[in-house]
């Protein structure tokens, strides 16, 4: 009995090894990186800059703009396949939004194209929803 429980022991001390084996590698070989991976840096902001309140001439101010860019796949419906569509979305595993008025669901955001390109591609062959994809910016 007892050395049934050895073994036991030895296997899953071996199996945690195996486990953490490669964490291990890594910190044996390069423990200075890993610590500065998972330290954060300071950041030194000057209090000039961030000053919200104070008043500045136009002249003075860079605008830069920069906008968001994500896409949505919208599909369209009728009257007559609503249900359809729905039950399709749903049992599918898909949260949408759904809008009455345009009568449409649309699934997003996605923030980069070809994902939204491949789930478009997966509604349209694996559940015969034609859909579209649309870039929205803000």
Known sequence: MLEKMQYKFIIFFLFILYIYSGALKEYINEPENIFIKEMQQE???????????????????DVSEKRIKIWKIIINYNETNHDNIRNKIISSGYKTKHNNEKMYYSL?????????????????????LKNKIIDLSF
Request: charged fraction near 30%.
């Open 43 to 61: 950041i030194t902001i000057n209090e000039n800059d961030i000053d919200v309140f104070a008043e500045k001439k136009l002249d003075d101010i």
């Open 108 to 128: 997003g955001p996605f923030s980069d194209l070809s994902h939204a390109k491949e789930e478009s591609n997966k509604l349209n062959n694996l559940y015969g």
